[in-house]
């Protein structure tokens, strides 16, 4: 096997525009007699190698990522304990597709979506139906597969066209109901977010229904800032329209932090199946669900409101089973690992873990707001997210990129983005408080971020603008 240096040598094309070698070359110290000691980073290796030498070289790149424990742009869970190490490293194997071969999986899956239809408060838990996903963007797609099928059997029984389906969304909705459009031919009718309405909450709805409206979205923890979309006050201005023009129009939850925070959080807040309109919701079980990657939950207010034609009964290695996903084989291993949770924690484990989570955010958001550099956009209260703005007028010198880059030299991933359409010069950065965030780990952050400011503010120069990128993550 040649090394790099001999495929430099030869003239041999290497990474031309990042300067890696296209070997991975292996420590001295963990190589082998008999073993090669370079892989190619971009072909299959021409022999085997010890599992332990493979490890390493896998163990140690992997090393170059981040620490999870202080990427606060992402929502997604990156902690468990080790009794659910140990049950996810024995389930691993597991098909959850495959109910004949592991019918317990599957049983448990229906316990998971009823305990969390009930969580939802479903009118009856008994008479729903709800299914496992790989995450919330298959659950928000299922969901609109529903409302859209749903529209479309009403507008044919009634001998009317089907042609031009519409879905409304705010315009800081998340981009897997942006892919939902595309993919499934609907066309998306963005209400725009603003200083007066923060995020969709049923101003000028009237002006983007009609009677191609296959369902409104609505977000329990907008991904820009983490504040909940009124799904009541929605649901009413719904009503209204019904009520003017006969449209009787559904609703979708998408619930992909929020349904999880909610019920735990604010119980008494109607955002939920409590609200007549909503025909279905989805959350991210590996979100505040405190499952690993990658699951999702969506379930129906009542098996009517998930049309059969979207069911499938396959035969699959020797069984019948009903399928509704869009993903074919998939684990089953973080089903168990969300019933484990169910379990381990309960209703209160569950509200102490997501309070603390809560707690921490209106502490960060708290010691933000007393700095005379940032505007709050909103306080965490919600889920437990929360944006900030550069107060206007502040400063030329620097900007909230330029901090996102100064605190990462600390460790600490803090995305800066623009908002959406109509707010695009608006830059906020935003945290996503999640479980294993502590106050010790927040009061350090805030250090952080007064040193970062006091160090950008001594500049005597403004700092450069060019090449400068969001790290937003939805």
């Known amino acids: 096997m040649t090394t790099a240096s001999e495929s430099s040598r030869r003239g041999e094309p290497s990474h031309a525009f990042t300067g890696i070698s296209d070997q991975n070359q292996l420590n001295p110290l963990f190589a082998r007699a008999g073993e090669a000691t370079d892989f190619p980073l971009n072909m299959l290796p021409p022999g085997e190698s010890l599992p332990e030498t493979a490890y390493q070289v896998v163990h140690d790149e992997a090393m170059l990522d981040g620490n999870s424990r202080l990427n606060l742009a992402t929502f997604v869970g ?19 597709v495959d109910k004949d071969e592991y019918p317990q999986t599957a049983a ?8 969390i239809a009930t969580l939802w408060n479903a009118p009856d838990a008994e008479n729903a139906i709800g299914t496992s996903t790989i995450g919330s963007s298959e659950a928000c797609m299922l969901g609109g597969l529903a409302l859209k099928r749903r529209w479309q059997l009403a507008r044919r029984a009634a001998g009317r066209s089907t042609d031009k389906p519409n879905l409304i969304l705010s315009s800081a909705v998340q981009v897997c109901w942006e892919k939902f459009c ?11 977010i603003s200083a007066e309405h923060q995020c969709l909450d049923g101003h000028d709805l009237e002006k983007y229904v009609d009677e191609n409206t296959i369902g409104v979205v609505a977000i329990m923890g907008v991904t820009y800032t983490g504040v909940y979309e009124p799904v009541a006050k929605i649901a009413e201005a719904l009503d209204r329209i019904q009520a003017d023009t006969g449209l009787d129009i559904p609703i979708h939850v998408d619930g992909a932090s929020g349904g999880m925070i909610a019920p735990f959080l604010q ?10 309109r909503v025909a279905s919701i989805s959350t991210s079980a590996h979100k505040y669900g405190l499952v690993y990657p990658g699951l999702g939950w969506v379930v129906w207010r009542t098996v009517e409101d998930l049309p059969k034609e979207l069911v499938f009964d396959v035969t699959y290695l020797g069984g019948h089973m009903p399928s509704f996903a869009l993903n074919f084989s998939r684990p089953g291993a973080q089903v168990l690992l969300q019933y484990y949770l169910f379990l381990r924690l309960g209703w209160d484990g569950y509200y102490k873990v997501q309070k603390a989570s809560q707690d921490v955010a209106v502490y960060l958001a708290g010691e933000i707001a007393k700095m005379p550099a940032f505007d709050l956009w909103n306080d965490g209260t919600d889920i437990p997210v929360f944006a900030w703005q550069l107060t206007k007028g502040y400063t030329d010198k620097w900007n ?8 990462r030299l600390k460790g600490w991933l803090i995305p800066a983005y623009p908002m959406p359409d109509d707010l695009a010069d608006v830059v906020v950065q935003r945290i996503v408080v999640r479980n294993g965030l502590s106050r010790n780990l927040a009061e350090s952050l805030v250090v952080d971020i007064q040193e970062a400011v006091a160090y950008l503010d001594a500049l005597e120069t403004p700092m450069p603008t060019e090449g400068l990128v969001t790290t937003f993550t939805h």
């Open 78 to 96: 990156t902690w468990m304990d080790p009794h659910a190490d140990r049950l996810y490293s024995e389930t691993a194997d597991k098909n959850m």
């Open 182 to 192: 595309n993919y499934w031919d609907v066309e998306p009718r963005y209400v725009p």
């Open 267 to 276: 119980p008494d807040l109607a955002w939920d199946f409590r609200v007549e």
């Open 108 to 115: 448990i899956e229906t316990r998971c979506w009823k305990m």
């Open 400 to 407: 909230l990129y330029h901090l996102s880059e100064r605190l």
